[in-house]
């Protein structure tokens, strides 16, 4: 590797500050006379600025995603919201922030078949289920919007794709920033409800995505999907995204787990399921001895139930009846729908 290519690929750590001091001194003469390394270095120290943080490091890349820093330190500020809407203001204000550095490149491959435009295409048709219980609008006109007005021999999950499938057509019609617009003012109408503001508003349960919710609820579920998809963005343009900070991602696990608790039934062997911050829950009966235990890593736990991992990789601790934990990871996976 040369020095000019080996300097590049500190560039984005030198812009958080995360060099150490030798790192540093090497890069310090480099872009005092390389004018293409000191232009993309001032691009990224302005990135980080407008970030809404001062350089940070130690940004917490999971070792298995092989990227290089992120571009990502720290989000802009979130609208006031309850705190049950509070992970989703934050996760869109996420990928507002990451969105800017698509230009150029928003048929990027990301996920399924979706390229950058696509994905937040599918976003827009995403969020729009809970924002008509809501009473706002859907910025696309509408053909079937899921747990609406079915016909009665169509799952949630075919409307669901024939919803997303319809919107990312309609938008591929349109410039990206007319999608990236259509998207964020739905979802700063979302976050404008009643709803998103009030505790006991929210406390009423809506039929959504096949499963009975509080909206309180479906605010989380709209932040699980929101990170999810911004991290497979990131994935996509070759930059790490932070998880979401520690109290929002452990309102993300909390109703993962409870979905996943319903979907393991009252039969279940029982598993003491535990996340890496302590708290842990019984899965399964509760009317045998414990089985086995099994510990996961919060962020990795998402990824399961998101369905960007498999039970056969995703890093655990486990112990007792490999079976019933098989059967927790295998059942955790199968919720993915994103």
Same mark, same amino acid.
């Given at each position: 590797?040369?020095?000019?290519? $080996?300097?590049?690929?500190?560039?984005?750590?030198?812009? @958080?500050?995360?060099?150490?001091?030798?790192?540093?001194?090497?890069?310090? =003469?480099?872009?005092?006379?390389?004018?293409?390394?000191?232009?993309?270095?001032?691009?990224?120290?302005?990135?980080?600025?407008?970030? $809404?943080? /001062?350089?940070?490091?130690?940004?917490?890349?999971? /070792?298995?995603?092989?990227?290089?820093?992120?571009?990502?330190?720290?989000?802009?500020?979130?609208?006031?919201?309850?705190?049950?809407?509070?992970?989703?203001?934050?996760?869109?204000?996420?990928?507002?922030?990451?969105?800017?550095?698509?230009?150029?490149?928003?048929?990027?491959?990301?996920?399924?078949?979706? $390229?950058?435009?696509?994905?937040?295409?599918?976003?827009?048709?995403?969020?729009?289920?809970?924002?008509?219980?809501?009473?706002?609008?859907?910025?696309?006109?509408?053909?079937?919007?899921?747990?609406?007005?079915? =016909?009665?021999?169509?799952?949630?999950?075919?409307?669901?794709?024939?919803?997303?499938?319809?919107?990312?057509?309609?938008?591929?019609?349109?410039?990206?920033?007319?999608?990236?617009?259509?998207?964020?003012?739905?979802?700063?109408?979302?976050?404008?409800?009643?709803?998103?503001?009030?505790?006991?508003?929210?406390?009423?349960?809506?039929?959504?995505?096949?499963?009975?919710? =509080?909206?309180?609820?479906? @605010?989380?579920?709209?932040?699980?999907?929101?990170?999810?998809?911004?991290?497979?963005?990131?994935?996509?343009?070759?930059?790490?995204?932070?998880?979401?900070?520690?109290?929002?991602?452990?309102?993300?696990?909390?109703?993962?787990?409870?979905?996943?608790?319903?979907?393991?039934?009252?039969?279940?062997?029982?598993?003491? @399921?535990?996340?890496?911050?302590?708290?842990?829950?019984?899965?399964?009966?509760?009317?045998?001895?414990?089985?086995?235990?099994?510990?996961?890593?919060?962020? $990795? @736990?998402?990824?399961?139930?998101?369905?960007?991992?498999?039970?056969?990789?995703?890093?655990?601790?486990?112990?007792?009846?490999?079976?019933?934990?098989?059967?927790?990871?295998?059942?955790?996976?199968?919720?993915?729908?994103?």
């Amino acid at each position: 590797m040369t020095e000019h290519e $080996d300097v590049r690929e500190l560039l984005a750590a030198w812009a @958080f500050g995360a060099l150490d001091a030798a790192e540093a001194e090497r890069v310090r =003469p480099h872009l005092a006379g390389c004018k293409s390394c000191a232009a993309e270095a001032a691009r990224l120290r302005e990135t980080v600025r407008l970030l $809404d943080g /001062p350089p940070i490091g130690g940004l917490p890349a999971r /070792p298995a995603t092989g990227l290089p820093p992120a571009l990502l330190a720290r989000r802009p500020s979130a609208p006031r919201t309850a705190v049950h809407a509070a992970p989703y203001a934050a996760a869109v204000q996420g990928l507002r922030a990451l969105l800017p550095e698509a230009a150029g490149r928003w048929t990027t491959p990301v996920v399924h078949d979706w $390229d950058v435009h696509a994905t937040v295409a599918h976003l827009l048709a995403a969020d729009e289920a809970l924002a008509g219980r809501l009473g706002i609008p859907a910025r696309v006109p509408a053909t079937v919007l899921p747990q609406t007005v079915l =016909p009665q021999d169509m799952r949630w999950e075919d409307a669901w794709d024939r919803r997303t499938a319809d919107v990312i057509a309609h938008e591929h019609g349109r410039t990206p920033e007319q999608t990236v617009a259509a998207w964020g003012g739905q979802a700063d109408a979302l976050l404008a409800t009643p709803e998103a503001r009030d505790a006991e508003l929210a406390a009423r349960a809506e039929l959504l995505m096949g499963i009975r919710l =509080p909206v309180a609820d479906h @605010f989380v579920v709209r932040a699980f999907e929101a990170w999810i998809h911004t991290d497979d963005i990131g994935r996509a343009l070759g930059l790490v995204v932070p998880p979401p900070p520690a109290e929002h991602l452990g309102q993300l696990v909390r109703l993962a787990v409870r979905v996943l608790g319903l979907a393991l039934g009252p039969d279940a062997a029982p598993v003491l @399921f535990s996340v890496s911050d302590g708290e842990q829950w019984v899965l399964g009966s509760e009317d045998e001895p414990v089985a086995a235990e099994l510990a996961l890593d919060p962020v $990795d @736990f998402c990824l399961l139930v998101g369905g960007r991992c498999t039970p056969a990789e995703v890093p655990r601790g486990a112990s007792g009846d490999a079976a019933a934990v098989r059967n927790v990871l295998e059942t955790a996976a199968s919720l993915a729908w994103l």
